[in-house]
């Protein structure tokens, strides 16, 4: 069955430093990957998505990611983090697109 | 962007209740999805809806389970009789179009529920 583990709860860093928030995925054949993000008393918005090609993609804000097959990862990466990326950040493995399977989430929490 | 508003945002009941959590989807959207995440767990698909009907369904969609959409109006959930593991935020979803390619999801932000 496929699965994504966030293996960080919660994630700290000061504004203006590159941040990289951690996913891996277990899935048997070419997965489709997303990384959404809830900003408080908000929906989750998808920030970009993954889909077999181009192992690294843009995304909004700012946003990238890149896809391992080695590894099993789906990193997403800023390379300069603002006050208002604050927020929760979810990673998504799916076969269809839309029965998403979540991982656990990191919270984000970024210093003045 | 697209917004799906979700009512209420929190609610409180005792267990053996009904609740019906309402879900307003994206205006031309046509398919309809419910998650649910218990606290510090992992996000996990319910069911989805299309055309009036349920398409599909996971283990954790339970015979007290119910959803329907009468008339284009509110996409709902409902539960009867709730359970003290119902306990979660549930998450309602629209997309215009399903499958990889073209599927994004649109979420609302979520009613809290919890059984007593």
């Known amino acids: 069955a496929q699965s994504v583990t966030q293996p960080d709860a919660r994630v700290t860093v000061s504004e203006g430093a590159s941040l990289q928030l951690r996913c891996k995925y277990s899935y048997f054949g070419t997965p489709y990957l997303f990384w959404y993000v809830q900003y408080p008393r908000q929906g989750l918005q998808l920030l970009l998505k993954?889909?077999?090609?181009?192992?690294v993609v843009q995304g909004v804000n700012g946003f990238e990611a890149e896809f391992s097959k080695s590894n099993s990862s789906f990193h997403l990466r800023k390379a300069s983090v603002h006050w208002s990326d604050w927020a929760v950040y979810f990673c998504a493995v799916s076969h269809m697109g839309y029965k998403l399977t979540f991982g656990t989430g990191t919270s984000l929490l970024v210093d003045p | 962007g697209p917004k799906v508003l979700q009512i209420p945002s929190h609610q409180i009941i005792d267990m053996g209740q009904m609740v019906t959590l309402n879900c307003d989807p994206v205006?031309?959207?046509?398919?309809f999805y419910w998650y649910k995440q218990i606290l510090g767990q992992q996000m996990e698909f319910l069911v989805n809806f299309y055309n009036g009907k349920v398409m599909e369904k996971s283990k954790l969609f339970k015979d007290q389970f119910s959803v329907e959409r009468p008339d284009g109006s509110y996409f709902t959930l409902k539960i009867q009789p709730t359970a003290l593991e119902d306990s979660a935020v549930y998450f309602c979803a629209s997309s215009l179009e399903t499958g990889a390619n073209t599927g994004q999801l649109y979420f609302g932000e979520g009613s809290k529920l919890t059984v007593l």
């Open positions: 993954y889909y077999p090609g181009d192992p």
């Open positions: 205006s031309n959207h046509l398919y």
